[in-house]
């Protein structure tokens, strides 16, 4: 099982380099590619039906089984599937969103949706083309060449493409990860959404930070402007705003000490300030108001002390002695549905990071371990996670 899923894997990053040494025989694929960029994604009105109904066409003509699961109205999902010899394996799932986030036309110097391609440099110029419609197209442009030589993998090859990953996912994967379907697929390893390599190393992303988005209230007595007291709203806003600014200083520094990753930190943003009487023109000025409020953007990495940030958060940022109180609009945990870390291991511990490990070095690829990370945004990846916990052994 395991030399199948190798042999795979090495076919995928051979013919990615193939493709690239004789630009003729890549044509069909960029045609391909540019037609399904010019199909307009964007969030908030994605033009699902045609996005799936060019996919299909793809698929058929890769000989590949095909269903549309519409498990929110209006948003379907495409599943597809290579049969493998072995279908009682654990399964391969190729994931990609179909989804992309709006353009600024008018600071666009190609129209977002022309997909126009620059002969000189082959560059492809439309929103999407990295995140993440190319990488759908890779993988059936790998199937495809893979079938057109006769390989049949060992195990079942899923390819999804799902709606809604740029709106948080809730009628896309979240829906699809509880459904019959995705059960009865028996999904063993997913290959899903990382970062674009400015190089050509290949860079390995292994997990996800869990958003916290969190807001603190203050109360305290209204007084007047002109008066010096205690304990009121702003005041004791303003103090947690200053232990939180601390505790976002000491993470920063990690990072700009080279001692921890981005995607290994605590990040704390303040999205809010809410406070004051407003007027017609702006604010009263000579009154301290009775409430204000913070609204922060607060990101977890896996392997974040969450016990002692929660704590941190009862004690110094919003302890009720001063009148505060807070509310998680969301609070996603760092937990697998199987109690451990979001997180799949990038070691040797890992079967499926060997042969990951091995193909890429095989195909002459450079696999940057230093560069292993946890992204910063790919929310399909953290459902994916809590759903299926650590890829099978
Ligand atoms: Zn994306």
Not at 123 to 147: H, W
Not at 246 to 273: C, M, P
Request: charged content about 25%.
């Amino acid at each position: 099982m395991a030399t199948a899923s190798a042999t795979l894997l090495l076919s995928l990053a051979l013919l990615a380099s193939a493709a690239a040494a004789s630009p003729s025989s890549g044509a069909g694929a960029i045609s391909r590619f540019q037609e399904y960029l010019r199909i307009d994604t964007a969030q908030p009105a994605p033009d699902y039906a045609a996005a799936v109904a060019f996919l299909r066409g793809q698929a058929s003509e890769a000989g590949l089984e095909a269903r549309t699961l519409e498990l929110a109205a209006g948003k379907p999902l495409l599943l597809l599937r290579w049969p493998g010899r072995r279908p009682s394996l654990p399964s391969i799932l190729l994931n990609s969103h179909t989804d992309v986030v709006p353009s600024e036309r008018q600071k666009w110097d190609h129209p977002p949706f022309s997909a126009a391609l620059d002969e000189a440099s082959g560059r492809i110029y439309a929103r999407g083309s990295q995140d993440m419609k190319c990488v759908g197209m890779q993988y059936l442009e790998a199937i495809r060449r893979l079938r057109s030589a006769g390989f049949v993998p060992d195990r079942n090859i899923y390819i999804t493409f799902v709606p809604d990953e740029e709106i948080g996912g809730h009628g896309g994967v979240e829906l699809f990860v509880s459904s019959k379907e995705f059960k009865e697929m028996n999904v063993g390893l997913v290959l899903d959404e990382g970062l674009a390599s400015p190089g050509d190393e290949y860079r390995v992303f292994y997990a996800e930070r869990s958003p916290w988005w969190l807001t603190i209230k203050a109360k305290g007595a209204p007084g007047h402007g002109a008066k010096l007291y205690d304990g009121s709203a702003m005041e004791n806003l303003m103090k947690s705003v200053e232990a939180i600014r601390r505790f976002r200083t000491s993470q920063f520094d990690l990072v700009k000490s080279g001692e921890k990753a981005e995607g290994d930190v605590v990040s704390v943003n303040f999205a809010y300030l809410k406070a004051g009487t407003p007027t017609p023109t702006g604010f009263v000025m000579n009154l301290q108001p009775s409430e204000a409020e913070v609204g922060l953007d607060i990101r977890i990495p896996p392997s974040a002390h969450v016990e002692a940030l929660e704590r941190r958060l009862v004690e110094e940022w919003a302890p009720s002695s001063r009148n505060l109180t807070f509310e998680f609009k969301q609070k996603m945990s760092v937990l697998d549905n199987f109690g451990k870390p979001a997180m799949t291991p990038a070691d040797s511990t890992n079967p499926w990071w060997l042969l990951l490990e091995e193909a890429v070095k095989s195909a002459g690829g450079k696999l940057v371990s230093a560069q292993r990370r946890v992204p910063q945004r790919n929310r399909d990846i953290r459902v994916h996670h809590q759903g299926t916990g650590h890829p099978q052994r």
